[in-house]
Structures are given as structure tokens and as C-alpha cells.
């Protein structure tokens, strides 16, 4: 009976602390504010200021630099990757490639370029 009576009490305490621990990674993870840094495009080193919103289901936003505002077209994700597409300058779609590095970076490519991107903390 002891031991029926001490497993019991230590499997009610697992669970009773598996349901008060927190986890940091939000729910909706690319959801949010983000600032994207493209790295030795013929431009020089671009940063975009993102806030991306889920509206019925999609991610949407615009990129937002000191130069101008591209709305995203679209944006594909899956549990640890996130494709941003968008309208280049020159007049073509292109997209930036980000994969999950840990629960505020991202890291990528637009084209042969490095892309990074990093969560902005409010």
C-alpha cells in the first residue's frame, strides 16, 4: 500500500508541474515583429521592419525600410521554416527563405544572399 500511495503522489506532482511550467517559445511562433537583415546585396547590408499578423488562418504584413513599404504577397510556413514573398524593385516576386535557429532568430537566404532575421521584444 505504501508503495501504491507514494507512486501515486509523485505522478500527481509530475503532472501538477508539467501543467504550471512555461514555455517560451510563443504559440503562433512567426507571428509577431520582426527585423530582417539582408547581408552584402549590391544595396549594402537591408534591414526590413516586419509585423507579421495572422488574419483567417495566413500570415500577412509588409517589409518597412527607411527607402519604402513592400507588401508580402504571401508567405508559406511549416513548424521551423518560413518562406516571405514580395515584390522586388524591378518589378518580379522574389522571396527571402528563414529557417527556425531558436525561438527569437531566423536564418536564410533571399536569393545568394544571407538573410537573418531576428525578434523584436516589445
Do not use: C, H
Not at 500500500?1 to 501538477?16: D, P, Q, R, S
Not at 526590413?48 to 483567417?56: D, G, P, S
Amino acid at each position: 500500500m505504501k508503495k501504491a500511495t507514494l507512486f501515486l503522489f509523485v505522478f500527481i506532482l509530475g503532472i501538477t508541474l508539467k501543467g504550471f511550467a512555461q514555455s517560451t517559445a510563443p504559440a503562433d511562433f512567426f507571428a509577431g515583429k520582426w527585423e530582417i537583415s539582408i547581408l552584402g546585396s549590391p544595396r549594402g547590408d537591408v534591414k526590413f521592419a516586419t509585423n507579421l499578423i495572422r488574419k483567417e488562418g495566413k500570415l500577412t504584413g509588409e517589409l518597412v525600410n527607411s527607402d519604402d513599404k513592400r507588401p508580402i504577397t504571401k508567405i508559406e510556413e511549416t513548424a521551423k521554416k518560413m518562406v516571405i514573398y514580395f515584390e522586388s524593385s524591378q518589378g518580379g516576386e522574389i522571396s527571402i527563405d528563414l529557417d527556425k535557429v531558436d525561438d527569437n532568430n531566423l536564418k536564410g537566404s533571399l536569393m545568394s544572399f544571407e538573410a537573418t532575421a531576428k525578434r523584436i521584444k516589445e
